[in-house]
């Protein structure tokens, strides 16, 4: 066990456990399965073996490929791979397992302790044919990185996420198959670096920066618009920025719709209301902000309630924002302030026979409740009496409404000051 531990285990080892015909003895349909050639030193399993296209080994204590011929015979079908959390340490071993899979479009090497390893000369064409590549936490270099992109003309989809890295190293070409790189948690802090994604990596889509110490966008207007010309998506929640002119800088992103960013120092003194307007009337151009689409009317209602949470600012205080956006709607005047909480406490009058008392009511109450508050003004108990009430507005257009419901609340009666409770003695 020691020693097995010690030297790690093969991607071979690992499918003849997993999928041997005792732990997975049926097949998936008429033909499923790989059948697997007889070899000199022996199979590691006999008949067939049901694989799935879709390959999962994670967590299996993997360190190198071994036999090439039956990884070959294994996993010929195979279009995805995910070895995260893995023990590779050798690119080269990861490079003997994609020569001999000639479909795989999407690799994960997650969690794999790859530091300081690299490919030896000609073995990087192994990963041509990937698409998908998701290297977070391996520390993987960003010369490293360059190399694996260099080699993969078709990448689309480049996951560098938890490699703690603080700066980009600059490639001395570009690669524009990429459309989308998620490098989020690591140490970026200054656009600069930022900006050398947009140079190494032109045909981004989506740009997902969260969790990042990313402090400012300094950019200027022509040249952002040069660095990101495709790029429609882009997430920085929770970085570092602190200053409208960094939003309003994304405006200049031509093809910009959709931005994610939450948990900003910017927007930490204002309430979610004030954040979600002040946002979308920042950017015009954005459709979907924080996951949540910017419909026409929630648009004019938020640059109309930029306009009046601005118009008192000193005048060079006031953000260019604030003057296109004048004269599209004019000066506003201030919102009237309408209390819309209803009302808890009303003063109604209670007729009986032929007396007539103010009453104070709670509307919180029941009409049981009130019925019990007026046995002192009728002297009778709550179950000789019949309670109407009687709006003062419409007077007696309508005829009284009785209370019959003990359990039913008075503010659903919508009573208001100066109505009026009619009490009526029950016959025998």
Known sequence: METEETEGRTLVQVISEKYSPENFPYCRGPGAGVVIRSSPQGSPVKDRLNLPSILVLDGCGITE???????????AHVVELDLSHNHFKDWGEISKILSNIPNLDFLNLSMNPLRGSSLEPGTAEAFSGIRRLVL??????WDMVHTLTRETPELEELFLCLNEYESVSVSSISYPSLRLLHITDNQLQE????????????????????????????????????????????????????????????NFLPKLQEVRVMGIPL?????????????????????????????????????RFFIRYHQDCPEDELPQRYHTLVARYGRLAPLAEVDLRP??????????????????????????????QLRAVVQLPPNKIRVYYIDRQLGYALEPQEM?????????????DGDEILVVPKTQ
Request: hydrophobic fraction near 35%; glycine fraction near 6%.
């Open 404 to 416: 019959k419901y003990g359990a039913r609340a008075l503010h659903s009666y919508s009573i208001r």
């Open 343 to 372: 009302l808890c406490n009303v003063q109604v009058e209670v007729h009986f026979r032929d007396q007539t008392e103010p009453l104070a009511l709670r509307l919180d109450q029941t009409v049981g409740d009130l019925k019990k």
């Open 136 to 141: 977070n936490n391996t520390y993987v270099t």
């Open 65 to 75: 490929a071994g036999d090439e011929e039956e990884v070959a015979t294994f996993c």
């Open 191 to 250: 656009w600069v670096e930022v900006r050398k994604l947009g140079l190494i990596y032109p045909g981004l889509v989506s740009l997902i920066l969260a969790n990042n110490s990313l402090s400012s966008i300094h950019e200027p207007e022509d040249s952002l618009h040069r660095l990101f010309p495709n790029l429609r998506s882009i997430n920085l929640h929770n970085s570092g920025l602190s200053r409208w002119e960094d939003i309003e800088k994304l």
């Open 267 to 303: 927007l930490q003194p204002y309430t979610d209301q004030e954040r979600r307007c002040l946002m979308v009337a920042q950017l015009p151009n954005v459709t979907v902000l924080n996951g949540s689409v910017v419909t026409d009317g929630e648009r004019e209602d938020a640059e």
